[in-house]
């Protein structure tokens, strides 16, 4: 049960850190502006990709899956992966909240 444990708290901090990252870090600015053009694309794939790579929300899923998957060399049964992912989303997304909520400099 602690190896769920610290899994979901590891799929939590590795998606926060890869999304902080990829949405606020200048190293990522100019594939950031190619997938905001990816938007007004004809082809669906690709504005599919562009919505899907700009958003936070939406890509917090995928990068929490894909961590989930590499915490399943801990954790031996895949039904545990799903809840680790749904867990680590949630608590990444509210961490995310509190964070913006506590830095606000709005009057």
Known sequence: ????????????????SVLDAWFEGS?????????????????????????????????GYHVSFIFSLVCLVYVS??????????AARGMEYELNRFMESKYDTKE
Do not use: H, Q
Request: aromatic share 16%.
């Open 27 to 59: 190293v990522f600015a100019l594939p950031r502006a190619y997938t905001e053009a990816w938007k007004a694309s004809n082809s669906t794939v690709v504005r599919l990709a562009g919505e899907l790579l700009t958003c936070r929300f939406c890509l």
């Open 77 to 86: 049964d895949w039904f545990i992966v799903f809840l680790i992912m749904f």
């Open 1 to 16: 049960m602690i190896d769920v444990l610290i899994g979901t708290l590891m799929v939590v901090f590795a998606t926060k």
